[in-house]
């Protein structure tokens, strides 16, 4: 046989072989420090230490998204009682009430919960999984609480403002025993008992109880109250009980530190660009007008100048003062430049995010401040117990009273419309409501919050009303599932709960990732060890493929589990299985007698089919598991898939240009595929 035909493929050019080879490594930067951003931040840190330049930390840190079986946390298992809903109606039933479940354990904090409904003959049963939650006992009441269905009508009366005489008399009572607690908290600590125990058993102060009452150093300027008694009393001591707006105090002086302020004044330009600038400065020309100025000003002319070139608001009458200030006033930059200056000192020109600042020291003194802890015992505010203006107010109208809800359609527009029907009960109670809100509001809501606030446009007194509004289909049909799930709870009951802990989870990622690795390496000593040069190429690609995974598992997000993690590790051994393939048709060409370049196109072009063919199986395969599956084999499925999409882009785009790089600069063909012309 002769030599077939190597036109089959078209040959890639130098310049898009280069180009490739630009836009894989940047991929494969990007795609590394977005997975793995603490290698970039490491490698800024030492690069900092090595030449001093600040590159600064990666911008862009996204958690991963870990599942149950991972981060911990509990599955829960409820059985629905059905029996009292209709055939027909009992899968819309559990749909509203998973949609209920899922509002409420997202209310209650949970990330990324989980809720489905499955159906074994005739029992009917919704699985719940928690993933990091701690108050499981918590968790469990709110999710098994019936759906609260609730019309409320705008609330018109006007909020009290005084407190009746027993509210007084409760506010009189409880800020007394607030004081002998104090009183008696301030025995205790001068008969012997450490402060800081004190605080931590008593102490109504949140911020500061775990912290022994400590609140840092007072000054005139920030706590004028405790500074005056700080100022006269030794370290060690401690005050009496000590009243104020806030409760009842009783203070410890821990120690003594000089401060400094200083009273100052500048002159500001700032840029476009700057916080607070409305000015068209570029930020050089900003520079070079604040370095012309200092040449100018002095002490004798500083204020004029500032009144006639500052661009801070206000300058041109206050001339730039600044008044006494302490540390912590200023930002950070401004701050260090003035403490740094002498009395009477003018700064080169000082950049903050406001703009430049040439600043005047005029004065400097120096102020003592106390380092103080306090416990504090709080008192009730007459405000305590004055209840806020509720904006809605019930009807007595209620998913008891509530028939049905379903969708329908507006005759004249097509519109999808929800018609609610009550029973006789709520049809005279809903009438009255319609009759004295006619052109108001009356919201729908279920468990305590609004999901339609309809407009009242006439009078009802059938029983039935339309709710219209900016709806598709799907939202109509999801506002008439939940309505139905508050007019026909379903009750259901827990029947299993099974609680993974946070350390098994770690465990089991440790081991998975360790499984990877294993995995991984085992891959590439095979690739390298059967094809040497290309082997290392094609790992080299693996590696792109595992850092474009794992980024979108991050930009999706992807909630990993086992199973999940499972499949991305199955998908790293099936994501060489294009390189092998095109490798050993490359080996049957270069045994044809075809050079180096040829036998890389054909051994694509011949590769490719059988390529398409295997993915394309395994994509069939995996699209079934995730639609017919259960959460655990849809996490592997999907992980699965996804890894066979980003192996085909990694084996077929990124190792053909690292070959085509390459393999100009081979000489022995021996070490691009291990074999020889025959």
Known sequence: MGIRNIGVTRAMSRNRIRYGLIGVIILFLAAGFFAFPEGYNRSSDWFKKRSGIELGQFPWTVPYHLGLDLQGGTHLIYEADVTQIPVGERADSLAGVRDVIERRVNAFGVSEPVVQTTRSGEAWRVLVELAGVKDIKEAIKMIGETPILEFKEENTAAAPTTLTSEQKQQVADQNKAAQVRASLALKDIRGGKDFATAVKEISDDAATKEKGGDIGFVSEKNNLEFYKWARYVADGAVSNVMENPAGYNVLKKIGTREGAEVKARHILICFKGAKNCDKEFTKEAALQAAQDLRKKVTVANFVELAKTNSTEPGAGSSGGELGWFGPGAMVKPFEEAVFALKTGGISQPVETEFGFHIIYKEEEKKTPEYNVARLLVKKIQETDLLPPKEEWQTTGLSGKQLTRASVQFDPNSGEPTVSLEFNDEGKELFAQITERNVKKYVAIFLDGQPISVPVVNEPIREGKAIISGNFNVASAKQLAQRLNAGALPVPITLVSQHTVGASLGVESLHKSLWAGLIGFLAVAIFMIIMYRLPGLLAVIALMLYTAISLSIFKMIPVTLTLSGIAGFILSVGM????????????????????????????????????????????????????????????????????????????????????????????????????????
């Open 575 to 678: 994501a060489v299985d294009a390189n092998v393939l095109i490798f050993e048709r490359t080996k049957e060409e270069l045994r044809r007698g075809l050079s180096l370049t040829q036998a890389l196109n054909e051994g694509f072009a011949r590769a490719w089919l059988s390529i398409r063919d295997s993915n394309a199986s395994s994509l069939i395969t995996c699209f079934i598991l995730i639609w017919f599956g259960t959460s655990m084999v849809k996490g592997f499925a999907f992980t699965l898939a996804l890894g066979v999409l980003v192996s085909m882009f990694s084996a077929i785009t990124v190792t053909r240009v690292l070959l085509h790089f390459f393999s100009p600069f081979v000489k022995n063909e021996w070490w691009f595929l291990g074999t020889k012309k025959e």
